[in-house]
């Protein structure tokens, strides 16, 4: 699974929730030198609109879903928030508040590629791609107008890692300050607290359970897991085990 970004969502009506998308041109070399063919994307495939910064990933409850119409340029997301569900109409009210501002990013699936030279530059041809997903974010990587931007490989989206990245500072923290605190009270003739050694527990629980995902996420054979499956499912758990730590 790969991420990229798109701008250029249009609300093509306010009470049913309605948005329409240009989320891909086709022949173009986009910033990661892929070039997305025609045909690329199987047209009237079901797609899904996940929660504000790709979070149904990790659990929270998509938004909306829609349809992929083609035409020989470009491939345009038709789709729908769920407006009789209270995530759906606060997705859909902050994105038609946010306007020009408001930042998308999809992903798909390239079930075909190939590599070769384009317009005198080495480029990966994205052939056929898998259904994916498409989510309002706070920053893509956009460049022009409905040209693509970052991706991260593995099933760990860009930003999704830097925030990961954050929660570990956070956990960093927690720890320094425990290890300050328990030698203040070890000086003290003390230890730490019932209340704090239990919660030192279960930090250290989630910490060990990190430990065991990331081996796996490393330890995974793309070659055995065509679909990614297996990858998506541990890096879900990674994001997970990540903000249990960050709330201990």
Known sequence: MQVKALRGVEIKDVDKGTVEAVFSTFNVIDSDRDVTLPGAFEDGAPWKISAYGHRSWMGVLPVGKGTVRTTNTEAILDGQFFMDTTHGRDTFATVKAMGELQ??????????????????????????????????????????????????????????????????????????????????????????????????????????????????????????????????AVAREYLRAVARARRA
Do not use: C
Not at 138 to 147: D, E, P, S
């Open 103 to 232: 930042e998308w990013s999809y992903s798909v699936h390239p079930t075909k590629e190939s590599y070769g030279e384009f317009e005198g530059r080495q480029v990966r041809f994205l052939e056929q791609l898998g259904p994916g997903e498409v989510s309002p974010v706070l920053a893509g990587a956009g460049i022009g107008t409905r040209t693509l931007a970052a991706k991260s490989d593995g099933g760990l989206l860009l930003h999704e890692i830097e925030e990961a990245l954050a929660a570990m500072g956070v956990v960093d923290s927690a720890m320094t300050s425990a290890s300050r605190v328990g030698a203040l009270r070890a000086e003290r003739g003390k230890s730490l607290s019932r209340v704090n050694a239990d919660a030192l527990a279960r930090l250290g629980d989630e910490l060990k359970r990190l430990g065991e995902a990331y081996e796996a996420l490393k330890a995974g054979d793309p070659g055995t897991d065509p679909d990614g499956e297996a990858a998506e």
